[in-house]
């Protein structure tokens, strides 16, 4: 079924992507091709199986709590497009 | 001798015995990459003299074995090209995205850090498509790379800068990534070796993530034994990366001996890979190259892996979806361009729909969508499901063969731009890589012939989970047998 304007906005906005006039018509599109095409999985027969959700026979890794060095704060801060003292800095969320 | 002639695992041998130095095999191939990367534009980034300055220490360092002193790192003093999503500290790390162009890592990827701590040198980070989101390196915000064999075609992708590298001897051996055929598929599109580790082999930690549950970290090789080789150096558990095997790592290059024989090993030939799709020329050579394997002793028997067809339909979910969950933190507040705007909901959105170009925005809605209420469970859920049942084709063919052999491509290398407006024909070149990276087992394509065009074709070989050593001599006896590897284009 083809995705209408509305969904792909929609998408968008929870995937945070501004996006124009003419992608949001061209990802309707080719969204509505892929997704047609992945449909072919909803006739397998999975009512028995588990979904996958690793291929390692690991479960749960742990470790130990220990205190080990870390990032350098200044490091860490080296790539921010903006910082002001010792913290990344953004457009203020509340007036 | 011209040092851009040999192996990795002969230069090694050279700098040992002191017929080589290491300032003469980085220079060679530092001028070779300046020479022909305007043409073939593998390189992102090649380094400056710094490099040539290591090189004179790794000298040093042999020369001071030579006269009794403790043996240096094996790696000593050979020059290597990195994919340009694995993050070396102080080094530019952008893949291929406008999103990182100005990103410096502060950290060095484990892989590349035990490359580096054996005595390798960085030679240069290579093109790829952004993020690895592609399969013919068009999608790099940074421009294509072009096949050495053809210019006007495709080097294949992910890992097509890395492959190209490669093949053009503008490097000697590289990084590379697979995530869905991002290794397997350029090497064979270039014509060299692209191994694929199992899932878990080799620690993921500053590899720039795309899809958690299916990226490997790979190497673009000339020869099976120089892939061994590095693999040997990089594997093994890391505890940066929880899903790194905590398991010993095999002296791969020790079963690499002696005389090319395969008695004994079972090899599989799945039939759902050799469908109508295929060119005639990739089927021809693909069998011809069973053949050889034959020859030297292997037993084959048609085998089955009924869900094969689903496995893109897998991947095009479980992919998209883990990358839209990973690609959240560029955001343009941490790292990477930011756009500013009226308000924090602006700045995001304004930052990641400029940053990001046409495909990795595709995927992140696509993926957004998967996993989005009332879509999750008929899609990301279902395809988890599916992906099951295509991890079990694989064990249970792993119960009657050691080994399973196809081709790694339906065709050989296409123009660049026949499929840039296509996404699912785009896709679609990824058909026989995908059902091993869903299962998580190691794959390796090795050269085994040219189409009517002279285009290189690839034959996959894939193994067990961990089964890397059986598949890497497997490999080797083909290479010992024939001279395709030993083919390289003329630029």
């Known amino acids: ?95 | 001798m011209d040092p851009l002639d040999l192996s990795l695992c002969q230069s090694v041998e050279a700098l040992r015995d002191g017929t080589l130095c290491s300032t003469m095999l980085v220079e060679a191939y530092r001028s070779r990459a300046e020479q022909l990367n305007p043409k073939i534009h593998a390189y992102l980034g090649i380094a400056g003299e710094e490099v040539i300055r290591a090189a004179r220490k790794a000298d040093d360092s042999w020369a001071a074995f030579r006269r009794g002193g403790d043996h240096p790192g094996p790696l000593t003093g050979i020059p290597l090209a990195i994919k340009d999503v694995l993050c070396v500290k102080g080094y530019s790390c952008t893949c291929g995205s406008r999103i990182l162009e100005n990103f410096i890592p502060p950290y060095t990827a484990t892989p590349v850090e035990r490359l580096q701590a054996a005595g390798g040198l960085i030679l240069g980070k290579t093109n790829t498509d952004e993020f690895a989101m592609g399969s013919s390196t068009e999608n790099s915000a940074f421009g294509m790379t072009y096949n050495p064999w053809d210019t006007e075609r495709v080097p294949g992708g992910s890992s097509g800068g890395s492959a190209a590298a490669v093949a053009a001897r503008m490097a000697p051996i590289a990084l590379g990534t697979d995530t869905g055929g991002s290794v397997r598929q350029p090497a064979a599109y270039c014509g060299v070796v692209g191994l694929k580790p199992s899932y878990g082999r080799v620690s993921r930690y500053g590899l720039i993530a795309f899809g958690s549950s299916l990226d490997c970290v790979g190497v673009l090789a000339r020869t099976v034994e120089d892939a061994a080789f590095l693999l040997e150096i990089m594997a093994g558990h890391d505890p940066m990366d929880s899903t790194s095997m905590p398991v010993e790592v095999p002296a791969f290059r020790k079963s690499l001996r002696g005389e090319p024989d395969l008695h004994g090993i079972r090899i599989g030939i799945p039939k759902e890979y050799f469908t109508a799709g295929i060119q005639p020329d990739v089927d021809r050579l693909v069998r011809e190259a069973i053949g050889v394997l034959q020859c030297l002793g292997a037993e084959t028997k048609e085998i089955s892996l009924p869900n094969t067809e689903f496995a893109l339909p897998v991947y095009y979910i479980v992919a998209p979806a883990e990358a839209s969950a990973n690609l959240a933190r560029y955001d343009g507040v941490r790292f990477g361009l930011r756009r500013e705007g009226q308000n924090l909901r602006d700045l995001y959105d304004g930052t990641r729909g400029a940053g990001f170009g046409a495909e990795v925005k595709r995927r992140i809605m696509l993926g957004t969508y998967a996993l989005s209420a009332g879509y999750y469970d008929a899609y990301y859920g279902q395809a988890q499901k599916v992906r099951t049942l295509i991890k079990a084709d694989f064990e249970n063919a792993f119960q009657f063969v050691d080994i399973i052999a196809s081709p790694v491509t339906p065709s050989t290398a296409f123009r660049a731009g026949e499929k840039v407006d296509n996404p699912l024909a785009m896709y679609m070149e990824d058909l026989l890589t995908l059902p091993a990276s869903l299962a998580g087992v190691p794959g390796i394509s090795l050269p085994c012939g040219r189409d009517s065009l002279g285009l290189p074709v690839g034959l996959q070989l894939s193994g067990p989970f961990l089964g890397e050593e059986t598949l890497l001599r497997v490999g080797w006896s083909f290479q010992q047998v024939t001279r395709w590897h030993k083919e390289a284009p003329s630029l």
């Open chain 1, 1 to 95: 079924m083809p995705l209408t304007h509305k969904e792909v906005e929609h998408i968008a906005l929870l995937a945070h992507l501004q996006l124009g006039e003419q992608e949001l018509e061209k990802y309707r599109q080719q969204l509505t091709d892929i997704l047609d095409y992945a449909d072919r999985l909803l006739r397998v027969d999975t009512s028995a199986i588990s979904p996958t959700t690793t291929v390692l026979p690991l479960r749960s890794i742990q470790r130990t709590d220990d205190i080990t060095k870390s990032l350098d704060r200044n490091d860490a801060l080296a790539n921010a497009p903006e910082q002001a003292k010792h913290m990344f800095r953004i457009p203020p969320v509340f007036e």
